[in-house]
T-cell receptor
Framework: DTEVTQTPKHLVMGMTNKKSLKCEQH?????MYWYKQKAKKPPELMFV???????INESVPSRFSPECPNSSLLNLHLHALQPEDSALYLC?????????????FGPGTRLLVL | AQKVTQAQTEISVVEKEDVTLDCVYE???????LFWYKQPPSGELVFLIR??????QNEISGRYSWNFQKSTSSFNFTITASQVVDSAVYFC???????????FGAGTRLFVKA
């Protein structure tokens, strides 16, 4: 089973709202990722958690706040977003071991900021 | 520095035609992995294949085949007898062994017309 789930599938929020995106996997993977993808572009890395610790932050604005409560869950808290933050947000996971670099992606959350 | 180039932005074929998607990469790492992902309109990135830098054997999976040539730093993907369901964006990607950051190409959008 190589399933990564994401909720919600779609989200519309105003610039003053606070919302959260959720990602879950039960494959025993110890590395989890958040990507942002704009239309007709490749995924752009935002954050990487390895063994529940933040290991990579690609200079993402503080209005995006990641959280990894346990090895199966990854959240992305959103606050005071801008319209240009509208995009597809993808979560991915992998085992975290060298030699097992394949990432498995969730279906994504399509976010619209008004 | 690592880089993945997919020079074909869009390709349009008629059903049952064969089509090859090109991927050229640059890396100074001696060991690395190459990937192909498919992204249908629904948004999820679907893992297709992983190749490590030691294994130049070509691979075939049904109508899909991959040609890895280290001498030319290429990892091309051929779909034989294309079908409408193959319409998607295809991403080639690269990661160094033990690394956490995947480098994606810009993607090739494939349209297969009935």
């Amino acid at each position: 089973d190589t399933e990564v789930t994401q909720t919600p599938k779609h989200l519309v929020m105003g610039m003053t709202n606070k919302k959260s995106l959720k990602c879950e996997q039960h494959m025993g993977h110890r590395a989890m990722y958040w990507y942002k993808q704009k239309a007709k572009k490749p995924p752009e890395l935002m954050f990487v958690y390895s063994y529940e610790k933040l290991s990579i932050n690609e200079s993402v604005p503080s209005r995006f706040s990641p959280e990894c409560p346990n090895s199966s869950l990854l959240n992305l808290h959103l606050h005071a977003l801008q319209p240009e933050d509208s995009a597809l947000y993808l979560c991915a996971s992998r085992t975290g071991t060298s030699g097992q670099e394949t990432q498995y992606f969730g279906p994504g959350t399509r976010l619209l900021v008004l | 520095a690592q880089k993945v180039t997919q020079a074909q932005t869009e390709i349009s074929v008629v059903e049952k035609e064969d089509v090859t998607l090109d991927c050229v990469y640059e890396t100074r790492d001696t060991t690395y992995y190459l990937f192909w992902y498919k992204q249908p309109p629904s948004g999820e990135l679907v893992f297709l294949i992983r190749r490590n830098s030691f294994d130049e054997q070509n691979e075939i999976s049904g109508r899909y085949s991959w040609n890895f040539q280290k001498s030319t730093s290429s990892f091309n993907f051929t779909i034989t007898a294309s079908q409408v369901v193959d319409s998607a964006v295809y991403f080639c990607a690269l990661i160094k062994t033990g690394g956490f950051k995947t480098i994606f190409g810009a993607g090739t959008r494939l349209f297969v017309k009935a």
